[in-house]
């Protein structure tokens, strides 16, 4: 028994429809590979991110920069790893003057390209990188302001 014309098209686009509509799911939610790529990057930006907040209290404590990261081992910091999440290898650190400092990593996304569902914070945009070596130039801030000497802003009801 033949089908008749209109339902062959209406099966062929159908099937068209479920083919396309699983290809974009797909590509929405990147490959496995894709996902742990992108996880090690967001984990050397949380690494960044701490060895800045480590930099800044070794100098805030000590009145200089550490010459190696390895500098603040051993002392109570905000450091949760100082080595790259995927090779195991020490993230490149160097004094630049007496505030200033770069810290090094190799990504393996450019973040431009991520699809972010909300615009990124300022911290994020600290981080914004390409693919390949980045370096970001960082300056030691004063963490708690508290303790050196700026009073508290007096809370209104």
């Known amino acids: 028994m033949n089908s008749p014309a209109p339902l062959k098209i209406f099966l062929a686009l159908a099937i ?12 929405l939610i990147r490959s496995p590979g894709g996902q742990r790529t992108l996880k090690f990057d967001e984990r050397r930006v949380s690494h ?10 070794y100098w805030e404590q000590n009145g ?4 190696q990261l390895t ?8 450091i949760r790893s100082a080595n790259d999440p995927e090779t195991g290898e020490p993230y490149e650190y160097r004094v ?6 770069e810290i090094c990593a190799v990504f393996n996304t450019d973040s431009a390209t991520l699809d972010r569902e909300f615009p990124s914070s300022f911290s994020e945009r600290v981080w914004e990188h390409s693919a390949g070596r ?3 130039g960082l300056e030691a801030e004063v963490i708690n302001e508290y303790k050196r000497g700026v009073p508290p802003a007096p809370v209104r009801p």
């Open 16 to 27: 068209l429809v479920v083919v396309s509509s699983v290809s974009y799911g797909i590509y």
């Open 48 to 57: 960044l991110t701490s060895i800045s907040f480590g930099v800044d209290a």
């Open 64 to 67: 200089r920069l550490p010459e």
């Open 71 to 78: 500098d603040m081992q051993g002392r109570r910091s905000f």
């Open 96 to 101: 630049l003057s007496e505030k200033g400092y």
């Open 134 to 136: 980045v370096c970001f």
